[in-house]
């Protein structure tokens, strides 16, 4: 019987050492190997549809069927006569509001009344805007400005504009000024709130950045603090202009003379539900057209939000 190799008596064979080289690892993965080339990318022309998709046709044709859409669920109401709930009975047609127009638009007191209105919350937008901006950058800046001015405010602020009326009519000496206080309440508050977060929401490394630099306080106002507030302080400007709107009309309504809120005011203690129509369209179209002012005027002081912004 052949006996054991013992293990000391071991010897490994030669060609063992060459495989243990060739078994140890690279000092990479992928060296040695050589990279195909890459395909070359070639520009590729969109789509037409895509093209169309992503410009301002798409948009346009989209707020034309959601206009359309109301302007046809309202013929099909009325024609109809819908009562479920909500009562069509007495709701003037499309056709009917816009023979209103036609008719409205012979004489001069539409008109006169569209202006007024304009006229007002031009103004009280106005003051609001440059107090509620100012006061705002102060509180949002100053301690001492924000413990001495936010608690009455806070005290002022919960009031409607619209509870204001009586008090402005005995406060001022004209009637047309008490409708432009009331307006100017409704946009104070949301311009005022905003501007004060756009303001403590500013990175502190920017104002420290500037202050190394040797920017003063005035520099650093203009050039960081109210720059970096832009976003939120425009933000306030639209959400005050449809304040400002909602606390005009119950103003106008109220205790006014003229106005479109007078106007579809009279219109309903005459029974004209046409003119009530009218009115309350009027009252959209210039809201629309004033928040579509303040959105032209974001992307003129802003143009750099255009290249931060994405698309859906």
């Known amino acids: 019987m052949r006996a054991l190799q013992r293990v000391e008596d071991f010897t ?38 895509r093209r169309f998709w992503d410009g301002r046709g798409a948009m346009l044709l989209m707020a034309a069927i959601s206009i359309a859409g109301v302007l046809l669920f309202w013929q099909l109401a009325t024609h109809y006569k819908l009562d479920a709930y909500i009562r069509f009975n ?16 012979s004489s001069p007191k539409f008109i006169t009344n569209i202006g007024i209105s304009v006229r007002r919350i031009l103004l009280g937008f106005l003051v609001a805007t440059v107090l509620g901006v100012g006061l ?3 509180i949002g800046r100053y301690r001492l400005v924000r413990g001495l001015a936010m608690p009455a405010m806070e005290i002022f602020r919960p009031i409607p504009a619209i509870a ?16 432009v206080f009331i307006t100017f309440l409704g946009a104070f508050f949301p311009i005022l709130l905003n501007t004060v977060h756009g303001v403590e929401s500013l990175d502190p490394v920017l104002l420290r950045a500037a202050r190394t630099l040797g920017a003063g306080e005035a520099s650093l106002l203009r050039h960081v603090v109210i720059p970096g ?40 203690s005459l029974i004209s539900y046409a003119e009530i129509a009218l009115g309350m369209i009027t009252i959209g179209v210039l809201g629309l057209l004033c928040s579509g002012g303040i959105r032209l005027l974001a992307k003129l002081a802003m143009p750099w939000q255009a290249h931060s912004g994405g698309k859906a």
């Not at 060459?18 to 992928?30: E, L, N, T, W």
């Not at 204001?164 to 409708?179: A, F, Q, T």
């Open 229 to 268: 507030a832009l976003p939120h302080i425009f933000t306030g400007l639209a959400v005050g202009m449809g304040v400002a709107w909602v606390s005009l009309i119950a103003a106008e309504m109220i205790s006014g003379q003229f106005g479109i809120g007078y106007f579809t005011w009279e219109a309903y």
């Open 12 to 49: 490994p064979p030669l060609e063992a050492a060459p495989a243990r080289a060739a078994a140890a690892p690279p000092a990479h993965v992928g060296q040695g190997v050589t990279p195909l080339p890459l395909p070359v990318a070639t520009p590729t022309t969109p789509s037409l549809w």
């Open 90 to 105: 007495n709701i003037p047609t499309p056709a009917a509001v816009l023979e209103k127009v036609v008719e409205v638009n």
């Open 136 to 138: 705002g950058v102060l």
């Open 164 to 179: 204001w009326v009586p008090m402005s009519i005995m406060l001022w000496p004209d009637n047309e000024v008490s409708i």
